[in-house]
């Protein structure tokens, strides 16, 4: 009888534990259950927004999009995989082993399709779509990839796009990046990525325990990017880069009354197509290539200035009252400074500020230097733009450097000697600008006494940026010291021994400076800054040649980019 109780008793508590399990199942964990079985018939299918164009000034694309299209698998039994796979490896003709290693390496869930084959032809992309039933659950899916019609052109200015790096996103995080994003790297790309970057969408479908398709659930509509137009013009911008290809160097042309770069190139450069087709070997090449085709030597490099830095020495001197235009100063190929000499390239004889200018000569800006000082000069030349950023619009822009007898004593607790200050005065030693400097250096004698901002994004979207960068602030120079220089920087044209007297044959009339730069390695840097019309201005104009030779061989450059723009009639 006890025996039938104990039974009895097994057997209540039994159907007590399946009672207990059910009421979980069903009522305490039916929720969980339910949302583990909706999601497995679910799909998520990601439609892309297209990434906003740039364009130029005058509203033609630089930088546009094209339609690719993509191979994605719906991850199920592991024998449709297999499948799927096979068929996708027969049309495409790509192997299946690379095809599984795509499937790994973008598996997210089982939710979500698997990308295994990017930017196929549209072609393949047809055939496979006749598939669709026999293999319901191979997708092809179109998207917009980059596109750069004029390929390396303003490659520096625009950028490359590419997969998130890890700093990057532990910046960006916070505003909606995410792993595997595509984003700008460099120019208008990386400091406008957020304005340019597309949001993606979507269909929410269901499958059956086939996967097979039996209803859109949701769709969420994807956002293109904005577009970005710039102050480029892509005219100027074709001839700039045609007469600077095979050199080393950077060539920038700018509005010397608003800012507005109009032309901005840098040469080595490359193609950013080779990261949209992720052609691995050229990147690398690249990468590794001791020419730096990325740096962009317009902004994010400096230099030793030479000669044209002497228009800071001029100014300089003729505020402070040291020197006039009657002032003259005898130059006999050299001069002593303390127990040294000085050389200069020439013997000029007697030469005033007009004639200092035009012939470069050494011995009059050693001389105008020592008298106005060391100090003088560095302040000067930091009102004029030099020794700090100019505020671009790009990031990566550096700051060049002044020295100063100051900076020497507070930083290397070091003296600061007449050799130092006459260094200073032709631009040699520890003078670093960059071309963008240069340029804006000119403009102030351009438009007759104003530094500006110079800026290369016109407008994002539908809003136009030019109120708020198109700003000049004048510079503390008396009226008659810029007519001095400009005139100077005219006669270094029209002289017949004038250092830029190459360009004195155009039929549109130049003013300018060259600069020969000495460098510890290598060949000379070779400098002309200038600017066109000489009576209404229309360009500043900066050529900078890396190793270049003599002030000489920037000024050929700049004579064939001039010739070229009247030619075409865009002066």
Not at 475 to 490: C, F, I, N
């Amino acid at each position: 009888m006890e025996r039938k109780h104990i039974i009895n008793f097994i057997v209540i508590f039994l159907f007590f534990l399946l009672a207990a399990g059910l009421f979980n199942l069903d009522v305490r964990q039916g929720q969980k259950f339910r949302r583990l079985s909706d999601s497995n018939c679910i799909r998520l299918i990601s439609q892309f927004g297209s990434r906003g164009n740039i364009l130029d000034r005058n509203g033609k694309i630089i930088v546009d999009n094209k339609i690719s299209y993509d191979v994605m698998i719906l991850p199920q039994e592991k024998e449709d995989v297999e499948r799927a796979l096979a068929l996708i490896s027969r049309v495409l003709g790509v192997g299946i082993k690379e095809l599984k290693i795509e499937f790994k390496k973008n598996f997210v869930s089982s939710s979500v399709p698997v990308c295994v084959v990017a930017n196929i032809k549209p072609t393949d992309a047809i055939v496979l779509g006749e598939y669709k039933i026999e293999q319901p659950n191979i997708i092809v899916t179109s998207k917009p990839l980059r596109h750069y019609p004029y390929g390396s052109l303003a490659a520096h200015a625009i950028g490359y796009l590419n997969e998130i790096d890890r700093w990057r996103l532990t910046k960006l995080e916070d505003y909606g990046y995410k792993t595997k994003d595509i984003v700008g790297f460099g120019g208008v790309e990386e400091k406008y990525d957020y304005y340019l970057r597309q949001e993606e969408g979507g269909l929410s479908v269901e499958v059956n325990h086939r996967g097979k398709f039996t209803r859109v659930l949701g769709f969420e509509p994807p956002r293109n990017g904005k577009d970005v137009r710039l102050t480029l013009d892509l005219s100027i911008q074709k001839i700039v880069e045609e007469k600077l290809e095979g050199k080393k160097g950077s060539v920038i042309l700018m509005d010397p009354y608003t800012g507005e770069i109009l032309a901005m190139a840098s040469f080595p450069g490359f193609n950013p197509a080779i990261f949209v087709n992720k052609k691995t070997k050229q990147i690398a090449a690249l990468f590794h290539d001791s020419d730096a085709p990325f740096l962009n030597r317009a902004i994010a490099a400096s230099y030793p200035p030479a000669s044209i830095f002497k228009v800071v020495v001029a100014s300089t001197a003729l505020e402070l009252k040291k020197v006039n235009t009657s002032t003259t100063f005898l130059c006999q190929g050299q001069t002593m400074v303390g127990a040294r000499k000085f050389k200069c390239w020439d013997t000029h004889g007697p030469q005033d500020i007009f004639q200092g200018i035009a012939h470069s000569c050494d011995v009059y800006f050693y001389k105008a230097g020592l008298l106005s000082g060391a100090q003088n000069i560095h302040d000067y030349a930091l009102k004029l733009g030099l020794a700090h950023q100019s505020g671009f619009d790009l990031a990566q822009e550096t700051a060049g450097f002044i020295p100063s007898p100051l900076w020497r004593k507070l930083n290397k607790f070091q003296n600061w000697y007449d050799g130092d200050t006459a260094n200073l005065s032709i631009g040699q030693g520890e003078c670093l600008v960059t071309p963008l400097q240069a340029v804006n250096l000119m403009a102030v004698f351009a438009n007759r006494g104003y530094l500006l901002t110079p800026h290369i994004v016109k407008a994002v979207g539908e809003v136009d940026l030019s109120a708020r960068k198109n700003k000049a602030v004048a510079v503390p120079l008396k009226k008659k010291t810029v007519e001095v220089v400009a005139s100077g920087l005219r006669r270094a044209i029209t002289d017949p021994k004038g250092t830029a007297n190459v360009l004195s044959s155009l039929a549109v009339k130049v003013a300018g400076k060259t600069g020969t730069a000495q460098v510890s390695r290598g060949s000379t840097h070779a400098w002309f800054t200038g600017y066109f019309p000489q009576e209404r201005p229309q360009y500043a104009i900066c050529v900078f040649l890396e190793n270049g030779g003599p002030g000489y061989a920037a000024c050929v450059v700049a004579k064939q980019i001039i010739e070229e723009m009247y030619n075409q009639r865009l002066i």
